[in-house]
């Protein structure tokens, strides 16, 4: 059995194992990844370590070391925009194939209040997971970076 923990605002990670969270997800999402900063800031986010919506985080574990971690953020809206957005969501390289993502996607459905809205690139092979789970593709995501 898959052994899940969750940390929020009212428990919250100690330094060390937030500081673990945030290179797990650093290294394990690998080309589908964010910089340590970006991570980071969505981590404080989902513990609302400033003023935000807040979230969640899911960690599971196989004996000391990190199998899988996902974060989600609530997005402070409802209906036109899902309550929550999956931001990450990861498996150690070494464990991949043995059930974690399914389980912890299974996790963070049970946990979210609301529905979820997640980002996924096409070629990515987990969106076969996210499909599986229930996710469906309403829209195709547009993007305008401005700059400076």
């Keep these: 059995m898959i052994e899940t923990k969750k940390y929020d605002e009212l428990a919250k990670p100690d330094l060390k194992e937030k500081t673990r969270i945030i290179d797990f ?3 394990h999402l690998e080309e589908y ?3 340590k900063t970006d ?7 989902a513990l ?6 807040g979230g969640f985080i899911l960690v599971s574990h196989e004996g000391e070391k990190i199998s899988g971690v996902v974060v989600v953020n609530q997005t402070g809206m409802k209906g036109y925009i899902p309550e929550n957005i999956l931001v ?3 498996t150690h390289k070494d464990f991949r194939g043995q ?5 912890l996607m299974k996790e963070t459905i049970n946990h979210a209040q609301g529905n979820i809205a997640l ?6 092979p987990a969106r076969f997971l996210y499909e599986k789970v229930g996710f469906t593709s309403k ?7 401005k700059t400076a």
């Design 39 to 45: 991570i980071a800031k969505c981590v404080d986010y």
């Design 88 to 90: 990450y969501i990861a």
């Design 119 to 124: 980002h996924v690139e096409p070629e990515n």
């Design 25 to 27: 997800l650093y290294e």
């Design 33 to 35: 990844g964010d910089l």
């Design 139 to 145: 829209y195709i995501e547009m993007r305008y970076f």
């Design 48 to 53: 609302r370590e400033w003023q935000s919506f």
């Design 99 to 103: 059930g974690i993502g399914k389980h």
